[in-house]
């Protein structure tokens, strides 16, 4: 009888460590399921979020695109400089200022842009194409300089209708002078000795220093400086 109910102990006990056993197995089952479904959702969510950012930053470059179409636009409209470039005629389509109306008027020539600026204050009130003088390597320093002084300067009382430089074997018309009486001054592109236009140095205007050192301009723009600008009238000459 012992034996037969040590026996029945002994079943017993194997049938509930079996049972104990599959319980194991079903749980560890279902964590590896649990682990399978989440690796899923956390690739799935990656993967949406990761064509969100792609969306949005196609988004922003689309908008950083149409915005810097649109600003392009918007410079072209506002652009008043007349291109191609016409030594014959006015730098700007709009008429030149009414000085009368203008308070701290002032000429600021910047020698490497090939651009003369008409100013009020700190504000551009209109552009000129131009030439100064060409550059050259320094002895001294060896540093690139231009024939046109840098400085600030001032308009003088002497001016004309034209000139002919028998030394330099050229000319200009409509000048009024900013340094040294008559030395240095604003012209129109070079004339030849026969008084017609040198047209091939002509052309050079407002894309390279092309003089002996006065600031050259277009015909009407030139008129208009000698026309208008008031003896004592502040130049400041850069080389930028």
């Known amino acids: 009888m012992e034996k037969r109910s040590e026996s029945i102990k002994r079943r017993r006990q194997e049938k509930l460590a ?8 079903i ?11 989440g690796y899923h959702h956390c690739m799935h969510v990656a993967e949406h979020h990761q064509i969100v950012i792609e969306h949005q930053a196609k988004a922003q470059a689309a908008k950083m695109a149409k915005e810097k179409t649109a600003a392009v636009k918007k410079r072209a409209a506002k652009s008043v400089m ?15 200022p009414n000085l009368n109306n203008i308070k ?3 000429v600021k020539v910047a020698l490497l842009k090939n651009r003369t600026y008409l100013m009020s204050g700190n504000k551009v009130i209109y552009t000129m194409y ?13 540093k690139m300089v231009s024939d046109t002084p840098t400085g600030t300067y001032q308009i003088q009382p002497e001016r004309g209708q ?3 430089n028998s030394s330099l074997n050229e000319g200009a018309n409509y000048w009024v002078s900013w340094k040294d009486n008559g030395v240095y001054l604003f012209h129109t592109v070079p004339t030849k000795k026969d008084g017609s236009y040198n047209v091939p140095e002509a052309e050079k205007l407002g894309k390279q220093p092309a003089s002996h050192g006065c600031i050259r301009l277009s015909i009407p723009d030139a008129k208009w400086m000698m026309q208008n600008l008031k003896v004592g009238t502040k ?3 850069q080389n930028d």
């Open 18 to 25: 079996n049972i104990k056993f599959r319980k194991i197995d």
């Open 82 to 96: 007349r291109t191609p470039i016409n030594w014959k005629e006015s730098s700007e389509t709009v008429p030149y």
């Open 104 to 106: 701290d008027f002032w």
């Open 162 to 164: 034209s000139f002919f």
């Open 27 to 37: 749980l560890i089952l279902i964590m590896a399921l649990l682990g399978i479904l």
């Open 130 to 142: 131009c030439s100064g003088g060409l550059f050259h390597k320094d002895s001294n320093t060896g």
């Open 235 to 237: 130049v400041v000459v």
